[in-house]
């Protein structure tokens, strides 16, 4: 129940700070990748404060074990299938503009397009289960051949 309390709460401290920066906005996510046009900072700002966050729990968090993450990186290396969910991922979200989190918190607005980003992102959360169980020899998870194993 603790568990269920704290990611509740970090949750909700996320949707707040993404709505009072502004990420719920698709028009954002779409101006910082206009480098052509308006391009707008924000989203690189957000990124930034992310980042720092997670730098001090890499650093500070994870010496409590209770924090500790029980595998910080499961793949070694880069592979096709990384870059191409990577890809993929970029491709989304700067049609849409949206990111999941963001578009998650604008799910509430009832607005039209955060409910359909949202459904095609957990549809192709189902596909990519559905493709993991039909293909066990082939686990996604695996590091790539030639990689070492962590730890």
Wanted: contains cysteine.
């Amino acid at each position: 129940m603790k568990a269920l309390v704290t990611a509740l709460l970090a949750g909700s401290i996320f949707g707040v700070g993404l709505c009072i920066s502004g990420m719920t906005d698709p028009k954002n996510i779409i101006a910082f990748l206009d480098v052509t046009g308006h391009w707008s900072p924000n989203l690189a700002g957000v990124m930034l404060g992310a980042v720092a966050v997670h730098t001090a729990w890499l650093r500070w968090g994870t010496r409590n074990s209770a924090m500790a993450a029980p595998s910080l990186s499961p793949r070694v290396g880069i592979d096709g299938a990384l870059l191409g969910g990577a890809a993929l991922f970029g491709v989304g979200c700067g049609l849409a503009g949206y990111c999941p989190g963001p578009s998650v918190v604008a799910v509430a607005t009832g607005a039209l397009a955060p409910l359909v980003f949202v459904a095609a992102m957990l549809a192709g959360m189902v596909l990519n289960a559905a493709v993991r169980r039909q293909s066990p020899g082939r686990a996604l998870d695996a590091p790539p051949a030639g990689s070492k194993q962590p730890g």
